[in-house]
């Protein structure tokens, strides 16, 4: 299923290269190209922490329980970008647990899973443009809530993220194994049955790297909804 096509700029030794891509759902026999790409930017991350690293079993299990992966692929076919969008349902790892949500809304619940961009190609807007796709997809499926987790230290997926309306609503250590804390990761949520037009009250601006003035501020409920890039400042406000 073709979703956009269109141009995009490679970026390589100092040059710049213009080439068409395709947008369009990977297959599960395509699922070892995900993890190909994943590992590639993991390696490249100077901090290991802002990305989970899903494993191959947990992306084909939720492909098969109908999660969608939107993949970006440049003129040789090659995947050079994807967002992978799920379906939690009543799962414990339902990020609506996290803000304690109504269990009969656990089942309206879509997860923002984990976006990548071959460093070759970055600039080209990719998270924005498979946010956007993901967001058309999700739109008649009669959802009722968006949510993802993003890391306080990733500046440009938390922009992206908050861009498109989803305001944080908690901030805890996920991923961990038992033995371990787990990484700091904001739970953002967007509602998309009310009104996105709310009234927020009592400003306060922090650092986003700033994790336990945050998580105090949120636990008092205050609830993140503007960043602002440039300083990389967090505007938290009560809501009205």
């Known amino acids: 299923m073709i979703l956009n096509q269109g141009y995009l700029v490679k970026r390589s030794l100092g040059t710049r290269q213009v080439e068409s891509y395709t947008m369009r759902l990977v297959e599960p026999r395509e699922i070892n190209a995900v993890v190909n790409l994943q590992n590639l930017v993991y390696e ?19 492909l098969y329980n109908g999660a969608k992966i939107i993949g970006v692929f440049n003129s040789e076919d090659a995947l050079i970008s994807y967002r992978y969008i799920s379906f939690p349902q009543n799962a414990l790892k339902n990020l609506g647990r996290d803000i304690a949500m109504n269990l009969s809304d656990l089942d309206k619940v879509v997860h923002l899973e984990t976006t990548l961009v071959d460093p070759l190609y970055r600039g080209n807007r990719l998270q924005a443009r498979t946010l956007e796709q993901a967001i058309s997809l999700i739109e008649p499926m009669a959802m009722k809530h968006i949510m993802c987790t993003v890391s306080p230290y990733n500046l440009f997926s938390l922009f992206n993220i908050m861009s498109a309306g989803l305001n944080i609503k908690a901030l805890k250590r996920k991923y961990g194994l038992e033995y371990e ?59 009205c």
Not at 206 to 233: A, C, P, T
């Open 44 to 62: 490249g991350l100077p901090n290991k922490e802002v990305l989970y690293k899903d494993t191959k079993n947990e992306m084909l299990e939720d």
């Open 181 to 239: 804390k787990g990484m700091w990761r904001f739970i953002l949520h967007k509602d998309l049955s009310m009104d996105q037009g709310r009234c927020f009250d009592e400003s306060k601006l922090l650092k986003m790297d700033r994790i336990h003035e945050q998580k105090k501020l949120i636990e008092i409920g205050y609830v993140g909804y503007n960043l602002v890039k440039e300083s990389q400042m967090i505007q938290y406000s009560l809501t």
